[in-house]
C-alpha cells in the first residue's frame, strides 16, 4: 500500500517537472569551442577533438561527460 502510494506521488510530481529548459543545449545544437584540463593535466580544445588528434579521420561524434570532480 505504502509503495502504490509513493508510486503515485511520484508520477503526479513528475508531471509537474517542465518538459524543456529555454537555457538547456538542444539536441544538435552546436557548442562553442573551448579548452579544458584532459586527465593528466594537458589541454585540450574541442577543436584538438574533432580534428582527430592525428587520426586519419576524425571522429563523427564525441561525447562530452563533465562531472563535478572530487567531492
Not at 9 to 17: D, E, S, V
Not at 42 to 64: C, D, I, M, N, R
Request: no cysteine; charged share 15%; hydrophobic share 50%.
Amino acid at each position: 500500500m505504502l509503495f502504490v502510494a509513493a508510486a503515485i506521488l511520484f508520477f503526479w510530481g513528475a508531471r509537474h517537472i517542465p518538459a524543456e529548459s529555454a537555457a538547456a543545449p538542444q539536441i544538435g545544437q552546436r557548442v562553442p569551442d573551448f579548452t579544458l584540463p584532459d586527465t593528466t593535466g594537458h589541454s585540450v580544445s574541442l577543436t584538438e577533438l574533432f580534428s582527430g588528434l592525428g587520426e586519419k579521420q576524425p571522429p563523427k561524434a564525441l561525447l562530452l561527460v563533465f562531472y563535478r570532480g572530487y567531492w
